[in-house]
């Protein structure tokens, strides 16, 4: 319930011009947030973005009859595990989670294509590296059992060639994306999208 406040303001936006449905739903936790020329990046796909704080896997499932379920969303792109993560649950706590986020999603929606862009290699969380690629590594298995899953690797795009992070691509931080970062996932996102939808 730690982001209410956030979701309240979904609501408010809502309640004064409700989004058209059958919109490419985007959510998850902040680096969607900040996400601020997705619709720009995006089109002309419609989009609709519903990411907020730092949200963990398991806030996105306490939200979802209220960010994602009266959408009627065309398809999902999906970004979070990387605070969860941080809070010290293990990779396999996480896709867990993820299990049943799209559980969630099947249920609602039948079979719409859920993209999910994979963890970031940030500089501030180096530390975590092994369990970043783990949690990547099991999300790509799991969409290579699933026509309507898809896991959109952003982490070689975002190293440099000899393996090292790249600072430029994240904000003071070292963990938000700059422009420059963000024009990175535009291109990776787009090419996935665009097999699916007139791009």
Not at 57 to 71: C, G, M, Q, R, W
Not at 96 to 101: E, I, S, V
Not at 154 to 160: F, G
Request: aromatic share 12%.
């Amino acid at each position: 319930n730690a982001f209410q406040d956030e979701i309240n303001e979904f609501k408010k936006l809502d309640e004064i011009n409700f989004p058209e449905k059958e919109k490419i739903l985007f959510t998850g936790s902040s680096s969607i947030r900040f996400w601020e020329s997705l619709d720009e990046d995006m089109a002309p796909l419609k989009t609709l973005n519903r990411g907020f704080g730092g949200a963990h896997i398991s806030h996105v499932i306490y939200h979802f009859n209220e960010i994602i379920k009266p959408y009627n969303p065309k398809a999902i792109v999906f970004f979070c595990g990387t605070n969860d993560l941080t809070a010290l649950k293990t990779p396999e706590e996480t896709i867990n989670d993820f299990k049943k986020f799209l559980s969630l999603v099947r249920n609602e929606f039948g079979n719409i294509k859920v993209y999910v862009i994979g963890i970031k290699p940030t500089v501030d969380r180096i530390y975590l590296d092994e369990e970043e690629r783990i949690f990547n590594s099991s999300i790509n298995s799991l969409a290579s059992e699933d026509a309507y899953l898809e896991y959109i690797n952003v982490w070689d795009s975002m190293l440099n060639e000899d393996g090292t992070r790249m600072p430029e691509l994240y904000v003071e931080d070292g963990l938000h994306m700059s422009e420059r970062g963000y024009a990175i996932w535009t291109k990776k996102v787009r090419e996935s999208l665009g097999k699916d939808f007139n791009l």
